[in-house]
């Protein structure tokens, strides 16, 4: 007769109760209204029955343990919302609190992921025991979404790891830890193999532990590593500055600010005011801008993306055997482990023995690394680097299902390789090239099998870069896309999907920024300046720096072969402010970038011994007044207008995979949740972005002129949403 409950209520004839999490509404729990009522109701009902009852299990009947917050409520709160999410906040954590201090053991039974809400809710458990599986992850990433674990997380984790390993292991970067893991970092105390070996321990704590008390309700408690009033603490200081710039350095990112403040703040004072002050830190992120964009980007776009929007539905899906990877350099070697790590056998080819092996030598050395820091075992490592086989013999390709080419930027040496090993693979062979730059429609022209063949866009570094850009030429066949679609996952990487253009989507829209920031140097600016906005715009490279890295050689050949191509197609080619001072640097100075010992920079043995003092005397002007601001906003502009283009040309076919990859693959600063959603965000939603583009225009060029699909969605008051999602 009872309601249905979000939370399950078992007891046994011991007087051990089990509190299931299990929403009967969704299929997974989170935080939401109905949660909070069970949970009322759960912990009302232990208080009145606590001497009936020896301890409490707290588990859950699906997959993940409890997945947090729950992101369409928080995705919609408003400055106006204050009140009530500040009010909903210290509910949640006063019923936390009452379980806490019930008097009575409480285990977490952690049968899957934990994170956010989730760990929250183990770590107001005075014992937690994890579930030993690939699925389990442990850790509060609310600060990748722009929020602060407003649940306790910071309140508890600095009492129980102290202010410094609770900022850095936990909060500041958002780590999501594997069982063993979270138990050396201290994150739980247990790890179990399988279910019931994780029930019985939970038993076994209860047991041995009749009146459990979290450590810091136990008198002359005191904070790991101590606080900033104690001497201990200041032995600590020393360590903070340099592993938080990164987090603090100048950008829009409130959140590592306001989780740093709510810890260190919070350390002063009790539990119970420590919990408001974290309370309202919470609710001043929740309900401001940047954890919308964050949120919008990182979890509902990267749903989109991964769910397979973007993929053929009527293909069935199908798994890659063994991969050919043509060319074992810098890309080729990373994408040979990347498909090595998920199991799939790797044939790797260059023109001789020697460079293949030296290829598949580069998974041996990322091997070691994750072995000397325990994220690997030898066992891995060796089953790993075994299904990498090094050749120089076409004939070794038979039987390959997949072939990825990364051989030299080519397009003449691309077309050689494919026509080489066409007839060796498997007949039906997926066929992908890791060009950065040629289309692909032009490329399958060499190519038997155009239905076949498709672009597979990866980035440097292949083993950490999470993004792959699918390039459909004109022949492309639906199998082909969503044959490579299922690859890029099977790899465990995100895809994105777009059509074919000179420079596709992300190298075109990169250009924009690298470009903008060198019209700036042609414009007198100081090159100190270009470099400091674009840190504060967000950028995680700088503008000049990652030239520099890029090669300025790259940027004079692909102007070059763009003018051709818009000239031969009887199009005018209006240069770019920035192309007049990469040629002068290249020709006139001899700089081409960090691998040629010197470029913007100056390098000693590789490294940045700083800005080349030429520049100013080359370049730079005594009277330029341009409003910093207006720098910043001019790099992140010139991106998400061309972005818009892109939607234009029909390049770009989804909102979800503009935002995802721009993030992800080029470095689009994360606070703004990607090149569209910048403009759904921007102050005045579409409308105030045309605007504020015109003003640019007006000042600096006719390339910040709004295209005239922002012109008609501003006139309309509409704003991005997936529309390919929404079909
Ligand atoms: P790389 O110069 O490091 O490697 C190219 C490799 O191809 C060399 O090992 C070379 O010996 C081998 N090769 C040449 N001819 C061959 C043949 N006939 N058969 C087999 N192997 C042959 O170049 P990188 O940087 O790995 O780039 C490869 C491709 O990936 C290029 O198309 C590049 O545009 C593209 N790309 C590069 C990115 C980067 O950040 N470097 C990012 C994304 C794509």
Not at 167 to 178: A, F, N
Not at 231 to 236: E, S
Request: hydrophobic share 45%; net charge negative.
């Amino acid at each position: 007769m009872s309601e249905p409950t979000t939370i399950r209520w078992e007891q046994d004839a011991d007087g051990v109760v089990t509190l299931v999490l299990d929403d009967p509404a969704q299929s997974a729990n989170t935080m939401n209204a109905a949660f909070t009522e069970s949970l009322d109701a759960v912990v009302d009902r232990l208080e009145a029955g606590i001497d009936d009852i020896r301890g409490v299990v707290v588990t859950s009947a699906k997959k993940t343990f409890f997945a947090g917050g729950d992101l369409r409520d928080l995705i919609r709160a408003t400055p106006e919302d204050a009140e009530q999410v500040f009010a909903g906040t210290l509910r949640i954590k006063r019923l936390l609190r009452r379980l806490e201090t019930l008097g009575k053991p409480v285990v977490a039974a952690i049968n899957g992921a934990a994170l956010g809400g989730g760990y929250e809710i183990a770590l107001a458990c005075h014992h937690r025991i994890a579930l030993d599986t690939p699925g389990t992850k442990i850790g509060l990433p609310e600060v990748t979404l722009g929020l602060l674990p407003g649940g306790g997380g910071v309140v508890r984790t600095v009492r129980l790891l102290g202010i410094a390993d609770a900022l850095l292991k936990v909060l500041l970067q958002g780590t999501q830890y594997s069982a063993p893991r979270a138990l050396a970092a201290g994150l739980i105390h247990e790890v179990a193999a399988d279910r019931d070996a994780m029930l019985a321990a939970a038993r076994a704590f209860i047991d041995a532990n009749p009146e459990s008390r979290q450590p810091w309700d136990v008198p002359g408690y005191k904070i790991p590593g101590g606080t900033p009033k104690t001497p201990a603490f200041a032995a600590n200081l020393p360590a903070f500055p340099a592993n938080l710039s990164k987090q603090l350095a100048g950008a829009p990112y409130p959140a590592p600010r306001n989780i740093l403040a709510a810890a260190v703040e919070g350390s002063q004072v009790d539990f119970e005011n420590a919990s408001v002050i974290e309370a309202r830190y919470f609710t001043e992120l929740a309900c401001g801008p940047i954890s919308k964009n964050m949120i919008q980007a990182f979890f509902f776009d990267m749903q989109a993306v991964n769910s397979g929007a973007g993929r053929p539905a009527g293909v069935p899906a199908r798994q890659v055997t063994r991969v050919a990877v043509l060319g074992a350099g810098m890309m080729g070697a990373g994408i040979a482990y990347s498909c090595a790590r998920a199991g799939i056998d790797v044939v790797l080819k260059d023109v001789t023995l020697e460079a293949a092996e030296r290829g598949k030598a580069y998974s041996a050395r990322l091997l070691d690394k994750a072995l000397a820091k325990g994220r690997t075992t030898a066992e891995k490592r060796e089953a790993l680097l075994a299904r990498i086989t090094p050749t120089a013999e076409p004939a070794d390709l038979a039987g390959c299902d997949a072939v990825i080419e990364a051989v030299f930027e080519d397009a003449a040496l691309k077309h050689k390789v494919f026509q080489e090993i066409e007839d060796i693979v498997a007949p039906d062979a997926l066929l992908c090239s890791n060009t950065s730059t040629l289309p692909i429609s032009e490329l399958a022209e060499g190519v038997g099998r155009a239905a076949d063949f498709i672009g597979l866009h990866f980035f440097s570094p292949v083993d950490r870069m999470p993004l792959v850009e699918i390039i459909k030429g004109e022949r492309t066949g639906e199998e082909a896309l969503a044959r490579a679609f299922d690859l890029v996952r099977q790899i465990r990487k995100t895809p994105i999907v777009v059509n074919d253009s000179r420079g596709f989507f992300t190298s075109r829209v990169i250009s924009n920024f690298i470009n903008e920031g060198v019209a700036m140097i042609a414009e007198g600016v100081p090159a100190a300046s270009v470099e400091q906005a674009a840190a504060q715009a967000g950028y995680p490279a700088k503008v000049l720096s990652l030239l520099d890295e890029l090669t300025l050689t790259l940027f004079v050949r692909i102007s070059r072969e763009t003018r051709a191509a818009v000239e031969a197609a009887g199009g005018d080619w209006s240069a770019h402010p920035a192309e007049a001072v990469i040629d002068r640097m290249v020709e006139e100075f001899g700089r081409t970038g960090r691998s040629g010992g010197a470029g913007f920079y100056d390098y000693a043995d590789g490294r940045r011994t700083g800005l080349w003092p030429g520049l100013a005397e080359h370049f730079g002007k005594k009277d330029v007044e341009i409003p910093f601001a207006d720098l910043k906003e001019r790099m992140l502009f010139s991106e998400s207008l061309d972005s818009v283009r892109l939607l234009e040309e029909g390049v770009l076919t989804s909102v979800a995979d503009a935002n995802v990859g721009s993030v992800l693959g080029i470095g689009f600063p994360a606070w703004t949740g990607g090149v569209l959603q910048y403009v759904n965000g921007y102050p005045g939603g579409v409308a105030g972005f045309t605007a504020r583009a015109r003003e640019l225009a007006a000042a600096y060029g006719e390339r910040f002129n709004p295209p005239a699909l922002l012109v008609a969605m501003a006139e309309r008051g509409e704003t991005f949403t997936d529309r390919r999602a929404a079909g």
